[in-house]
């Protein structure tokens, strides 16, 4: 039973190493063997080749006025945490359970509203 | 049981919350500081009025499967949470409408007291870690609503040392649960009551642990460390409450753990708690009041001084353990008091140092003459604080020094004699202050007087103070009837 179960997990783990690898892998092999060309420009070299540039390093001093927005963003992604068994059973006990739950949002809304009316979602 | 019963078991309580939340949403939809002032006493009076409503209606019993229940030991602690912090909200309307923090000011009071009572009615581990952290995130926060260097090393220094408690004092839970098998504290009883001298080590490695994570709320020496700092840098209504309220209930959930889960007098585990409190209490005085005498701002002297207090209280709570009968009463007796007296002395210095602009001592001088009403009050319950008659103080150290000797142990009277000592010590600079207050020459010759409010609030708590010196009986047998139910 026990072998079993974590056999799965083990083989899920070995799919989960081998899938970034194998790309990886691939691309150095190549290379190896001359199959593909090699002409590196700074653009192909960045980490992102879309999107905002990246600018210095990443030990960097953060602007402290982003906390606000992410204890918002930990806030109502516990929230969703909550919702998820609620929403397995609310089917079962309709009223009271919405009720429960509507409980539970509204404080936090209440504490959105409060954030947005003492102007903490402002970027100043 | 249906769920409105459950409700109305914690109804004081969730009146305070329901009232917190109310004071918050009021601030988003109306700019007037009043109106938040006004809702705050409302929501204070209607937690009274359910709370006299249990008193008188007869609810008693466990509710929510015996997370909280009613009884008169959790009435008696919600009586004088919701009395003391209505006379710190009356008191601190000045303070508080002046600044853009209003709202957070009251709607966090509310809160943390509505917490209070439900710590002091809760019946399980779970419940009490819960309402006491509660109460405590919303006073770290309170300690440094200020926005000012002080205030904002205040709170952060009260948030670390709270934080280190509460892992502390879950850690001591944990021994507990795991010994005993249950998080209720009647399971918990009856597992001390039954059990053999092999669960001794680990069930003192969890009370210790406990002990521990409570002494911050109780600032008991070696964990009163914040105290001197908070009470100096945060305002002073925070900390008038924080003195008061906070520290009853600290001493409230303590007797209940301790007396209701370990048992005085008859366990074999109770002369172990016994000794713990009696040297936490010699610790605090001796501590406490040798580090008030160096102090020259008053709020550090009262800081210094609420530590030395908790140690008169550890006298008690060491001869509750002792298995003295009047020791659970003593206890009870010497917070309603020491809550009375706090409570007029902080308000005063409330009055006082809003017009002085300072907190110094110096800066007291000759305010007899400068305020008379605030002078008096303060002496009064500076008189009380050092235990002279005809003051409520005296009285209640009698009392506590009483149960102590009562339990019939020598150690039991060593640590009277601590105290005893320790009173004199203390009069020293409790003395000091009335002599700069009444002798010395006003540094400025203006007079004031403070809002009518205040001048009510502080009247009636010097009023208490007297009252309860000359007729100690009807709170005596309030606090004889609410120990009762402990055991």
């Not at chain 1, 990886?24 to 060309?37: D, G, I, Q, V």
């Not at chain 2, 053999?196 to 642990?209: A, H, I, K, Q, Y």
Request: hydrophobic share 55%.
């Amino acid at each position: 039973m026990i072998p079993e179960q974590f056999g799965r997990v083990a083989i899920l783990i070995a799919l989960a190493l081998a899938f970034p690898a194998l790309p990886l892998l691939a691309s150095w092999a190549f290379h190896k063997f001359r199959l593909r060309p090699d002409n590196p420009n700074p653009v192909k070299q960045a980490t992102y080749e879309c999107g905002v540039e990246a600018e210095g390093g990443s030990w960097g001093q953060f602007n402290a006025r982003y906390y606000i927005f992410a204890i918002g963003f930990v806030i109502f992604d516990v929230e969703v945490i909550f919702l998820f068994p609620w929403a397995t059973i609310h089917a079962e006990q309709p009223l009271g359970t919405i009720l429960k739950a509507a409980l539970f949002v509204g404080v936090l809304a209440l504490g959105l509203a409060y954030a947005w009316r003492r102007r903490a979602l402002e970027w100043r | 049981m249906s769920a409105t019963e459950h409700l109305h078991h914690i109804g004081p309580a969730l009146v305070l919350l329901i009232g917190s939340g109310v004071v918050f949403s009021a601030d988003l939809v109306t700019p007037r500081r009043a109106s938040l002032w006004g809702l705050t006493l409302v929501a204070l009076v209607g937690g009274f009025l359910y709370a006299l409503w249990h008193a008188t209606s007869g609810t008693s019993g466990e509710a929510l499967s015996g997370a909280v229940v009613v009884d008169e030991f959790g009435l008696f602690f919600a009586f004088v949470i919701i009395i003391a912090t209505f006379a710190v909200v009356v008191a601190s309307r000045d303070w508080a409408d002046g600044r853009e923090q209003a709202a957070e000011f009251y709607a966090l009071i509310l809160v943390s007291a509505g917490s209070m009572v439900l710590l002091a009615q809760s019946n399980d581990l779970i419940t009490i870690f819960v309402a006491l952290e509660t109460t405590s995130i919303a006073q770290f926060v309170l300690a440094g609503i200020a926005r000012d260097n002080r205030g904002a090393e205040a709170s952060l220094k009260y948030l670390l040392t709270g934080a280190v408690s509460a892992a502390i004092l879950l850690y001591g839970f944990a021994f507990l649960f795991g010994i005993a098998g249950t998080t209720s504290l009647a399971g918990i009883a009856d597992f001390v009551g039954t059990a053999d001298e092999g669960t001794r080590l680990p069930l003192m490695l969890g009370f210790v642990l406990v002990a521990a994570g409570f002494g911050f709320k109780m600032a008991l020496v070696p964990f009163h460390g914040w105290v001197p700092d908070v009470y100096q840098g945060a305002p002073t209504p925070v900390v008038s409450f924080l003195s008061v309220a906070s520290k009853a209930a600290g001493f409230a959930i303590v007797l209940r753990v301790f007396y209701t889960g370990l048992g005085g007098g008859g366990t074999f585990i109770s002369d172990d708690w016994a000794v713990m409190f009696g040297v936490l209490a010699a610790a605090s005085m001796v501590f406490g009041n040798a580090g008030a005498l160096l102090q020259t701002d008053v709020k550090r002297l009262l800081g210094y001084s609420s530590i030395a207090q908790a140690g008169n209280i550890g006298i008690g709570l060491a001869a509750v353990a002792a298995g003295s009968t009047i020791g659970p009463a003593g206890v009870l007796f010497f917070i309603g008091t020491y809550v009375a007296t706090n409570l007029g002395a902080f308000i005063a210095v409330i009055a006082a140092s809003q017009r002085l602009g300072s907190d110094e001592i110096a800066d007291y001088a000759g305010l007899i003459r400068r305020s008379p009403l605030i002078a008096v009050i303060l002496i009064v319950c500076l008189l009380s604080l050092t235990g002279i008659p005809p003051t409520a103080g005296f009285i209640a150290k009698l009392y506590i020094f009483n149960g102590a000797i009562q339990a019939g142990e020598t150690w039991l009277v060593g640590l009277v004699a601590v105290g005893v000592v320790n009173t004199g010590v203390s009069a020293y600079y409790y003395l000091r202050w009335m002599r700069t207050i009444v002798m010395d020459e006003p540094l400025e010759a203006w007079t004031f007087r403070p809002a009518v409010a205040t001048q009510g609030v502080m009247m009636a708590a010097g009023l208490a103070v007297l009252v309860i010196g000359l007729m100690p009986t009807p709170l005596i047998s309030a606090a004889q009837r609410a120990a009762a139910v402990l055991q």
